[in-house]
């Protein structure tokens, strides 16, 4: 790929903790945004690439499609990528990938996230995340592994709890100049370590906020980035590696992933030595921690010396040799986790382009790296971007730039603008494969089981079928394990796995378990008991206790808990065994369901369709640049991307002179039962006007109708959904 790609333009929203827009609507904001800051149209980009976290988070199933319109991709290469928080540095590597290749000349990049409509809380959604036999069970959320991991880097590389607060009052500090800023605080050291303790060591100040967001950049080749008057800002280099899921068979002390990728970035960018040939850094910083933890994997020194050194000497802020998160970063700007990154991206442009206004590091920069991560301790992207030395712009909108500027509009609750609740049901039977079932098997007989990769000489717990590291070669060596082992790291838990607090007084503490006699990476996760929660500590000896055998069902909570083993004894032998026969019937045996919910807001344009149709009435949106009239009413032009005002640009749509476009007889409900009686669903169009309007027809004994029926809207009692929206015959 010899092609050089540069970043023209940046669009952004507010970061808001619950945004009125909905996705499509906070996507587009940030594309129109992008586009008048580039000087160009949407007719002048080439493709679209959208990243998106979780669709757990929004309860939107296929978001990437759901989002199209307002992502600026109708009708023109299109692609969704997702690997959780490391999705905002991806989506401009995918960019790039397009642009670079020759395919494409121009490439939209936009990451949007709407983290609000989960309840009860956003973090529940990431218990969906974990092995949903092994660990679901114990309901652990990422706060907990992140505490975990947070407990880890403190003991290994030597830092406190005072320390990783001056790092979050450092970072929310750099935030106070940021334009879209969803918590931008002066704070001390000493108000995050007196915040709310959450799990320990992780206290509420330690941790970005939860977000909603969207951010947009533009890509084009060199030919159209040297034609411009703007100093081009390129792109030298990228980098992404995945570990596997396998969380507990890792040293989460340091990310080698985040290494890796940055390894590869560097080599494509020709950086020999980080410390010396980057200029500042955007690690990716959901948690404090995190900022030093993928630092120390950008710098490449796993001993974690250089961070220190640089950390203690007070360079790591704006006026230091190595700016940190000048942005203001996750913990001050605010997290909406696939946009984060790219707004980290967005920080790299105006720096090295002098269009970051107050937050403007005061020297020559030449290259900058940003840097996010995702999943389950194991996704690590990197982009290396450079300006070439080009003169810093003097004139810009974004170095005048104030939050009122900015597109979005945040709210207090979902209570205060239309919405609509949905609790869907969804209910798994997962199958557990030969691997799991012999673990699982092992558990119910008061044994844990592991599976020798011979290829490796590991001992892989819970047993596996394959080696992940060795060419998914076939394991077939199982066995009985000891029940013993010593703690790697733990955390004190004061909240659920939704973030709600547990019972006053009472804790629930995880730890990560090396068992005994086998590789010391090869850890489990699970609770400790019969414990002083402030006698636990790291190397600590702890032995399983387990249910009686009578209340065993085959699953992880067999075993209660770990305990200290003390001077007990424990049995070190390691007996193979017979894997499980089992047929596919017997394996399908977990079944659980997830236990999310959620409450949308309607959006903008939602609002006045609602609003609207509660008092019988339709009105369309006019787009003047097509000059049409749209239904359902629209805050942006789909075609043209450009920004709607559903009150301003109303029209009124006469709600009797509606005709039927199609129509569907529904017998099932949405969980597949019958219907007491069948559900006539219609698409109903209006004259004159783009666009329809589904909704169910009301039908009275002998009455019939077909294609072209005229009907009328039937003014709801109340507006609670699109159930509501209930059309009848007109009279003949």
């Not at 990422?142 to 030597?158: D, T």
């Not at 909603?212 to 390129?234: C, G, Q, S, W, Y």
């Not at 971007?385 to 712009?393: D, L």
């Not at 494969?433 to 092992?442: E, K, P, V």
Request: glycine share 8%; aromatic share 8%.
């Amino acid at each position: 790929m010899s092609n050089r790609v540069a970043v023209i333009g940046v669009g952004m929203t507010k970061f808001m903790r619950r945004a009125q827009e909905a996705p499509g609507e906070l996507a587009a904001q940030a594309v129109r945004m992008a586009l008048e800051d580039a000087g160009l149209d949407i007719e002048d980009i080439d493709a679209v690439t959208l990243g998106t976290a979780p669709d757990a988070f929004d309860g939107v199933h296929m978001k990437g499609e759901h989002l199209i319109a307002g992502a600026g991709g109708s009708n023109k290469p299109y692609m969704r990528h997702f690997i959780g928080g490391a999705t905002g540095v991806m989506s401009p590597i995918h960019g790039w990938m397009h642009v670079a290749s020759g395919k494409y000349n121009s490439c939209m990049v936009v990451a949007e996230e709407k983290m609000s409509p989960c309840t009860p809380h956003p973090a529940g959604a990431f218990i969906t995340i974990f092995d949903r036999v092994t660990e679901q069970p114990l309901e652990l959320t990422l706060i907990h592994i992140f505490a975990l991991e947070m407990a880890r880097f403190m003991h290994v590389y030597g830092y406190s709890e005072r320390d990783l607060a001056e790092v979050s009052a450092m970072i929310k500090r750099n935030a106070l100049h940021h334009p879209a800023s969803q918590v931008a605080v002066d704070l001390s050291a000493d108000d995050v370590l007196n915040s709310p303790l959450l799990s320990w060591p992780v206290k509420r100040l330690d941790i970005s906020p939860t977000s909603d967001a969207a951010v947009a950049i533009i890509l084009v080749n060199e030919r159209i980035a040297r034609t411009l008057k703007k100093a081009p800002v390129f792109i030298d280099g990228v980098g992404f590696r995945l570990e596997t899921a396998y969380w507990c068979t890792r040293d989460l002390c340091y990310p080698d992933y985040v290494a890796m990728a940055a390894k590869d970035a560097y080599k494509m960018a020709g950086i020999v030595d980080p410390a010396k040939d980057i200029d500042f850094f955007e690690p990716y910083d959901p948690f404090d921690y995190k900022a030093l933890h993928h630092l120390n994997a950008l710098l490449l020194d796993k001993t974690g010396r250089t961070v220190r050194n640089l950390f203690e000497s007070g360079n790591l802020g704006c006026e230091g040799s190595h700016p940190m998160c000048p942005s203001g970063g996750a913990l001050g700007v605010g997290n909406p986790i696939a946009a984060t990154g790219l707004m980290k991206i967005a920080e790299l442009y105006f720096q090295l382009s002098g269009q970051a206004g107050k937050r403007q590091i005061k020297r020559a920069l030449r290259r900058g790296v940003a840097q996010a991560w995702g999943d389950l301790m194991q996704a690590g992207t990197v982009v290396v971007m450079g300006a070439e030395g080009a003169s810093p712009v003097n004139s810009s909108r974004w170095n005048a730039m104030k939050r009122e500027d900015l597109p979005g509009t945040p709210i207090k609750s979902v209570d205060d603008v239309p919405n609509i609740s949905d609790a869907p049901d969804l209910r798994y039977a997962w199958d557990n494969g030969f691997a799991i079932s012999t673990y699982l098997d092992g558990l119910k007989k008061g044994k844990i089981r592991g599976s020798l990769d011979t290829h490796t000489n590991r001992m892989m717990v819970p047993a596996r079928p394959f080696s992940e590291i060795a060419d998914l070669a076939p394991v077939t060596n199982y066995y009985n394990l000891p029940d013993s082992g010593v703690v790697k790291t733990f955390t004190i838990s004061h909240v659920n796995w939704d973030s709600s607090p547990l019972p006053d007084g009472e804790v629930n503490i995880f730890a990560v378990i090396a068992l005994d006699g086998i590789n010391e990476d090869m850890g489990l996760v699970h609770k400790l008991g019969e414990v002083d929660p402030k006698d636990v500590k790291i190397g600590m000896s702890v032995k399983a206790v387990w249910k009686p055998e009578s209340k065993r069902t085959g699953g992880i909570l067999d075993i209660k808990y770990f305990a200290p083993l003390g001077r007990k004894k424990t049995n070190l032998e390691m007996t193979q065994i017979k894997p499980v026969e089992v047929d596919v019937l017997a394996m399908a045996q977990k079944r659980g369901k997830i236990p999310l919910s959620y409450r949308y807001t309607a959006g903008v344009a939602g609002a006045k369709f609602y609003s609207d149709l509660v008092k019988g009435k339709i009105n369309g949106t006019y787009a003047a640049e097509r000059d049409e009239v749209i239904i359902p009413p629209a805050m942006f032009d789909e075609e043209s991307l450009l920004i709607l005002d559903p009150e301003k640009d109303a029209r009124a749509i006469n709600p009797g002179s509606g005709f039927i476009r199609s129509f569907t007889v529904v017998y099932e409900g949405r969980l597949g039962h019958l219907l007491d009686k069948e559900k006539v669903v219609v698409q109903v169009e209006f004259p004159g006007v783009t666009g329809s309007i589904f909704g169910v027809l009301e039908l009275k004994d002998g009455e019939s109708f077909d294609e072209g029926s005229p009907v009328m809207l039937v003014k709801p009692k109340k507006v609670n959904g699109p159930d509501m929206v209930t059309f009848k015959l007109s009279p003949s």
